[in-house]
């Protein structure tokens, strides 16, 4: 299996080392997965189950004071699920995959996504806090009351962080992408980012596969996966990413990264942040 993980586009990270042998351990996890879709999602989850990472337990906090998280999955033959605004369920990317192999539906959300998780075996009842997160939390002074009164906090404070987790694999025959986050610190509460819209955080056809990460908005108003998976068309993974991401930068102003594979196992990946880690197999 050839695939290549990422831990999110964004600020240079703190204790970079340590974050890597994480993004080593997904790697090696998805290399041993008997399809690219068990691929992308047991890649995706040891990333989810470390805090280092904005997935699951290190997932970031709505205005509400609730941790939601999304993931999506797709696969070159069509095959495409995601789940969005899920509290309390760590593995997203698991409740992706099960909307795209279990229903005839692209897209839960919601209680009722939480809903869904439980009924195919998906834990939902996690402590996704950490203590970093409580600390942050707290320091940030957040308002109570309704979206109403949290709107002007939000407007203030939100857009940090937004190192969304992916990966990319195929066996020489398939390939699949997946995508999860917890989102971007201090989105009004119910707020959704592109993770779970296809084309945007998550892109696979019979060309390759793509996972992005960074500023949600303005990934989804461009539609940055999908555009490097296009960009397949006329280069090689390795500059098919950077000419989305220049794109990308051209036409929103924003900040971002994506991962990029073909067929043939051939990787790619490019950022306009300060950083983006990434691990290969």
């Not at 698991?94 to 192999?101: K, S």
Request: charged letters at 25%; aromatic letters at 4%; a negative charge.
């Amino acid at each position: 299996m050839d695939l290549i993980v990422h831990g999110g586009a964004g600020s240079a990270p703190d204790e970079p080392t340590a974050r890597q042998a994480v993004l080593d351990d997904a790697a090696r996890a998805g290399s041993d997965a008997a399809s690219p879709l068990d691929a992308v999602r047991d890649a995706v989850a040891v990333l989810e189950s470390n805090p280092r990472f904005n997935a699951g337990v290190g997932s970031t906090v709505q205005s509400d004071g609730v941790v939601r998280t999304d993931a999506s999955v797709m696969t070159d033959d069509g095959l495409a699920g995601a789940a969005c605004a899920m509290p309390g369920v760590e593995h997203a990317v698991d409740v992706a995959r099960a909307v795209a192999t279990e229903t005839p539906h692209v897209l839960l959300a919601g209680d009722r996504a939480v809903e869904f998780a439980a009924t195919v075996g998906v834990e939902t009842d996690g402590d996704l806090w950490t203590e970093r997160t409580r600390e942050r939390w707290r320091a940030a002074d957040p308002p109570g009351g309704d979206a109403a009164e949290q709107l002007a906090w939000v407007r203030e404070r939100f857009g940090a962080s937004h190192d969304t987790v992916g990966a990319v694999a195929t066996d020489g025959d398939r390939v699949a992408a997946a995508t999860s986050t917890g989102g971007r610190w201090f989105a009004l509460a119910g707020r959704v980012g592109d993770v779970p819209q296809l084309g945007a955080g998550v892109y696979a056809d019979e060309r390759g596969a793509a996972s992005a990460t960074g500023e949600g908005e303005a990934i989804a108003r461009f539609g940055l996966a999908k555009e490097a998976v296009r960009a397949l068309d006329r280069h090689g993974p390795s500059q098919a990413a950077q000419t989305a991401v220049d794109a990308f930068a051209d036409a929103t102003g924003g900040r971002a990264g994506v991962i990029v594979l073909d067929h043939a196992g051939r990787v790619g990946a490019a950022e306009n942040t300060d950083a983006m880690q990434t691990a290969t197999r």
